[in-house]
Every structure is written in C-alpha cells, then in structure tokens.
C-alpha cells in the first residue's frame, strides 16, 4: 500500500523563511501539493466561470487546479510583480486540465479595482458563476502594543474589505445557482495568540459569511465559507520565524501540517450542486484543531 503523502512533516522545512510577504511558492521547499493525482474530475462544475483571489499559490492555485479538474474555467487574481511566476504556473495547470485562465495583478484593497477587476473578467470569460474570496495577509505580533494602525488596517483592509467589495461588485453580474466561497480559518474560532488583527478580520469573514447568505437566500446565491487550519502555502514561511516555520502543524490532533490539496476539495463542494441545500455554512479542513482544542 503507498504511503498518504500528506501525513509526512518534512524536516527539510526547518529554517525556511522568505523576507516578504506574499510569499513566492516557487521558493518553498519541499513544494506545497497543490495537485492530488487522486482526485479525478466528474464535471460537477462544467461551463462554470470561476474567480478566485490569492489564486496564484497557496489554497487558491489547489482550488483553481481542482475547478479545472471538475470542467470550470478559472481567473485568477494577485498582487505583486514577484508573483508572476506562481501565476503563469497556475495558469499552465488550469490549462493542462482543460479550463479557458486568465491572470489578473491587482489589489483587491480597493472598491474600484474590484469593481474593475470584476468587469474584466465578465468581458473575458462572459459570465462570473464562483467567486472564491482567498486573498490575505497576516502579520504576527507578540502583543496588541506591537500592532500600528497602518498595521490594523492594511491587514483589515486586504482580508476583509477587500473581500467585501468584491462579493459586492460580483453580485451584481451573478444569478440563482451561483455562489460565494470565502476563506475564513480556524483562528476565528480558536484565536491566536499571535495574530489578533488577522483572527480578527476571519471572525468578520464568518459573521459575514453567514450574513450575507441570509440576504441573498431569496435570489438564490449561497455563500459559505472554508476554515482552513495549519496550511503550508507561501504565507507560512513569509510571515513566521524559522522555529514557527518549522514546527508548524505539529500541535494538531493530526500531528502534522496540512497540504493546499487538501482543501480543495471543500472548495469544490460548496460550489457544486453537491451542496445545494447549504448556505451560510463553515467547513473546517484543520486537522481536528477546532474539535482538540
């Protein structure tokens, strides 16, 4: 029998940092999977236009490898010049499966660039049926006296605004049986010591979440959401120290990180007829870290 590839904790990983943020997935070692061999597609999401923010590494290039499986056409958008070689890789597998991508750089920060970013990918692909909200940032600080203002608010403004004002320019163009996925985490629920500004913007994302699908349940759009736990995506060695980085994951249930693959399949579930009587819901994906703690 082989061995699961995901139950393995690398010590190669131990000292791994990169200097900023967002974190560049070509420089991470061992790589993240973000392409599980073992899922095959069944055309659960055939014709369907997807857009998925922080789409270039991470969770977002899994979710876009795992849509183009299941027959969707994929956009995927990102922020910085130094990722442009993650992008074109996520391209070239969503393109690999079959799926019709296109990358847009942007910053989701702001209401116009989303409004903007929206209308290019209408004009593009001729439809917006998913919008998968993943984009993020995160900033550890030992104490609240640590955290700025211009802190406070560039990790609100990216996590939470920016996903606001993109549900709210992609509602404009969506119709009954489309739907919003959202990336929460598990420290909405469980907190983080170390992260309280970015905790802060998951538990808005949840409340939100939840919010939102109350409102638009008569149109029929549901929006849920995804709470991921230790994931080894390029934010982890971007954000933390070397001993973080490396002893990441281990405290779970599980005992181990986990990989981006595995969270695309919730993705895909959410936004498939396979759960078409939910909405306003949280999958938790963390290695049993929410039930253990």
Request: net charge negative.
């Amino acid at each position: 029998m082989s061995k699961n590839p995901y139950e393995k904790i690398d010590d190669n990983i131990s000292g791994q940092t990169q200097s900023s943020q967002p974190g560049v997935e070509e420089e991470m070692h061992p790589a993240p999977i973000y392409d599980d061999p073992n899922f095959k597609g069944a055309d659960k999401l055939k014709g369907k236009t997807a857009l998925i923010t922080g789409g270039d590494s991470g969770i977002g290039r899994a979710v876009a490898v795992a849509y183009a499986k299941e027959g969707a056409n994929v956009a995927i958008a990102y922020l910085a010049d130094q990722e442009d070689e993650d992008a074109d890789k996520t391209i070239a597998l969503i393109e690999k499966y079959g799926g019709k991508a296109k990358r847009y750089q942007t910053d989701i920060s702001s209401d116009k660039n989303c409004k903007q970013l929206v209308k290019q990918v209408i004009d593009d692909f001729g439809a917006l049926n998913i919008l998968v909200n993943n984009a993020g940032k995160q900033f550890p600080q030992q104490s609240i006296e640590d955290i700025t203002e211009e802190q406070l608010k560039e990790t609100f403004e990216t996590n939470f605004f920016g996903l606001f004002f993109m549900s709210k320019a992609a509602i404009a163009h969506m119709k009954k049986g489309d739907c919003i996925v959202n990336t929460s985490s598990i420290t909405a629920y469980n907190g983080s010591p170390g992260l309280l500004d970015y905790s802060a913007t998951k538990g808005a994302i949840t409340s939100f979440t939840r919010s939102l699908a109350l409102n638009l349940s008569e149109k029929g759009i549901r929006v849920n959401a995804v709470a991921p736990g230790p994931i080894w995506t390029p934010l982890i060695p971007s954000t933390f120290d070397a001993k973080t980085v490396a002893e990441h994951g281990a405290d779970t249930p599980m005992k181990r990180r986990g990989q981006p693959a595995e969270n695309a399949p919730a993705y895909v579930f959410l936004a498939s007829q396979d759960s078409s009587y939910m909405t306003g819901q949280t999958i938790h994906v963390d290695g049993g870290d929410f039930v253990g703690s």
